[in-house]
């Protein structure tokens, strides 16, 4: 939760309590319905009673919906992420943001210049992290975390410190390019909280090729200005290699040596697969960014995957460039 949305919860809050002290005693209201009533017909004290449950019921619903979070719901292409740390050194802000379905792993990036801050949720359900345990106790350089035992790796100006925050959920703290790195791993990993937020981004999958599935949302950029979105499909029975990617952002792709292709409607262009690189299809959105889509499959799809994806109005880049959320 930002510190705005914080502040706004809490005076609503703060507005509910100051009503309902100045609500009048019960005694006193049934006595003015008990005058009203000897006052007007049957009829009209049952509208005033069936006017007051309608307000009650609006107000209650008015005030669930501004004290929940709606955009907290995961859905396909909006991962949220349960882990973020509650201090970071001044100057860094954040700009990467990655999550999906399933075991796919949760990753936030802060930097400042060179140097990065990385904070990384893997599952234990991962085969690659159901061992953690046990490797966390093999080591000699250990710390506690929160209560758990946890490792540091590394020296210098970089360090890794893995701990498991419960029995579900792996840390890992990277720092990279910062004197004393260690020190620094162990103050983030001392302020890491739960405290979910989501990613946003401006494009959703539509439909996929046969055989593929959404592995993987994320969100990058210094900022809102330059701000992109990349989603990631791959073959579920081996997800950690991703076949078809969907990016949208302010940068036009390379396009040398396209061909021309009718993409979303409009003219595209189509890249095809050389040096060792994907194929690419590439298109003009109307708000004057770019779409690519790219992949080892064959022309038509990648084509019918940019048709298909979608399209978010308000994606949510407000938290990019800021030192914590």
């Known amino acids: 939760m930002t510190r ?3 502040e706004t919860e809490t005076l609503i809050r703060d507005s509910l309590d100051r009503l309902a002290a100045r609500a009048p005693d019960g005694h006193a209201v049934r006595d003015a319905l008990a005058r009203a009533g000897r006052e007007r017909r049957p009829s009209t004290r049952l509208a005033l009673v ?21 955009d907290l719901a995961p859905t396909a292409g909006r991962p949220v992420l349960a882990y973020g740390p509650e201090w970071v050194p001044d100057g860094f802000t954040e700009q990467y943001r990655e999550g999906g379905p399933g075991i796919t792993p949760q990753v936030r990036r802060w930097s400042d210049g060179p140097a990065s801050i990385t904070l990384s949720a893997y599952s234990t359900a991962d ?8 490797k966390i106790a093999s080591i000699k350089d250990q710390v506690v975390v929160h209560g758990r035992v946890g490792m540091v790796t590394g ?8 701990w498991l925050a419960d029995d579900k959920h792996v840390l890992c703290a990277s720092i990279a390019g910062i004197p004393d790195a260690r020190a620094v791993a162990e103050r983030i990993a001392g302020s890491v909280a739960t405290e979910p937020v989501g990613v946003r981004g401006e494009l959703r999958f539509g439909p996929l090729p046969a055989g593929l599935a959404e592995r993987s949302a994320a969100v990058r950029g210094t900022g809102p200005g330059d701000a992109s979105t990349e989603l990631t499909a791959t073959d579920p029975a081996r997800p950690s290699i991703p076949v078809v990617r969907a990016a949208a952002g302010p940068v036009p792709p390379g396009t040398a040596g396209a061909a021309r292709v009718t993409v979303r409607g409009g ?16 298109v003009r959105l109307p708000s004057g960014r770019w779409l690519t889509v790219s992949g080892s499959r064959p022309e038509a799809e990648l084509i019918a995957v940019a048709n298909g994806v979608q399209l978010d109005p ?9 030192a914590t959320s």
């Open 50 to 70: 069936a006017a007051a449950v309608v307000v009650l019921v609006v107000g209650v619903v008015a005030g669930t919906q501004l004290l929940t979070r709606p």
């Open 267 to 282: 003219a595209g262009f189509f890249v095809a697969p050389q040096d060792g690189k994907d194929a690419v299809v590439a």
């Open 127 to 134: 085969p690659e992290w159901s061992q953690a345990a046990l």
């Open 314 to 322: 308000a994606p949510d880049y407000g938290w990019l460039g800021r």
């Open 155 to 162: 020296s210098g100006g970089t360090a890794q410190l893995t």
């Open 4 to 6: 705005s949305e914080h």
